[in-house]
């Protein structure tokens, strides 16, 4: 696989991301594992909306799902992914601005 292929890939998990629905998902489903109905009554969304957007998320990999008679309990599949992910969002990542001097030396480092 080339190495813009492995880009694109990652672009069309980022636009999988991209829904505040499926943010807000994740988020909940980092706490703890959640039933849909449970999931409907957190996020004040029908239960149809929910469905679908835990349907991406399964289909990016990043939720699965056990039954328990009629309900579905929705788990976080990759957590080490989520974590980082929920912390970028959460901006713990500040910004370290550089003189033109530092950016110069830097550049000429091999």
Request: glycine residues 2%; aromatic residues 6%; contains cysteine.
């Amino acid at each position: 696989m080339s190495e813009l292929q492995q880009w694109r890939e990652a672009a069309e998990q980022l636009r999988l991301l991209g829904h505040p629905v499926r943010l807000a998902l994740l988020e909940e489903l980092s706490k703890a594992p959640k039933c849909v109905t449970d999931i409907q009554d957190l996020l004040e969304v029908r239960q149809a909306n929910i469905s679908q957007h835990l349907a991406v998320l399964r289909q990016a990999k990043l939720v699965d799902y056990h039954e328990d008679g009629n309900l579905r309990c929705y788990y976080i599949l990759r957590p080490g992914l989520v974590r980082d992910l929920m912390r970028f969002l959460r901006n713990d990542y500040p910004s370290k601005p550089k003189t033109a001097a530092q950016v110069r030396r830097a550049a000429r480092t091999p």
